[in-house]
């Protein structure tokens, strides 16, 4: 049984498909979300892990700098003696310091096949768009010192049809997140990802 610190800054909507995943599906008895965590006070994230009954925090960033910052992220963290951390929406830009504390450790969701599209989540949405993409997705990643560059965990792809506009084209998009996060997590608790290269290699894995 692994706890889970959970991060975001805005609605979370991924959250709850993970926490149903840990009652009632592939993640029963192998995980738990010890605590949600958000920088911003009236995120929609709090709530949803409120609604659950899960322990969540605002943790203002008043005062302090960015490694000020992710230290007290930390400090909270460990309270809930944390093993992985999971990004659902999460704002800021996370400090060396943070992602050495947690190295391979944090993982991601993005709503693209990354490397294609990095960015803010609006943006990516707008460029796969414009640019006249046929096919587009979501990729699972461990979080590095980059920004979207961390190895590529699972990748989930979905078509772009030409009647998308940006509401459409992320709505089917969440869809296939909330597919693969749970299963990147259930990897994860199982020792199945190893990383060699720069490149996350799954080893045998007889769960489909």
């Known amino acids: 049984m692994i706890n889970i610190g959970v991060l975001g800054s805005t609605k979370g909507s991924d959250l709850p498909s993970i926490i149903g995943s840990i009652n009632y599906g592939k993640l029963k008895g192998l995980a738990k979300i010890s605590v949600v965590l ?3 006070e009236n995120a929609g994230i709090l709530k949803k892990a409120d609604s659950f009954g899960i322990d969540n925090h605002y943790l203002s960033s008043e005062g302090l700098n960015r490694e000020e910052y992710d230290n007290k992220l930390l400090e909270t963290l460990n309270l809930y003696n944390v093993n992985l951390i999971t990004l659902v929406g999460y704002m800021n830009i996370l400090t060396p310091l943070f992602v050495n504390e947690y190295k391979n450790r944090i993982m991601n969701i993005h709503p693209s096949l990354l490397p294609s599209f ?6 990516v949405y707008k460029q796969i768009l414009d640019s006249g993409c046929k096919i587009s997705g979501c990729t699972l990643h461990f979080v590095d010192k980059g920004k979207d560059t961390g190895p590529i965990i699972l990748q989930k792809a979905i078509t772009v049809y030409s009647n ?7 709505e089917r998009t969440q869809w296939a997140e909330q597919k693969i996060y749970s299963e990147g997590i259930r990897l994860f608790v199982l020792n199945k990802l190893k990383i060699e290269g720069g490149k996350v290699i799954i080893e045998n894995d007889n769960h489909s």
């Open 38 to 40: 958000s920088n911003r």
């Open 118 to 123: 990095p960015g803010l989540e609006k943006q």
């Open 164 to 170: 998308d506009d940006i509401e459409k084209l992320k």
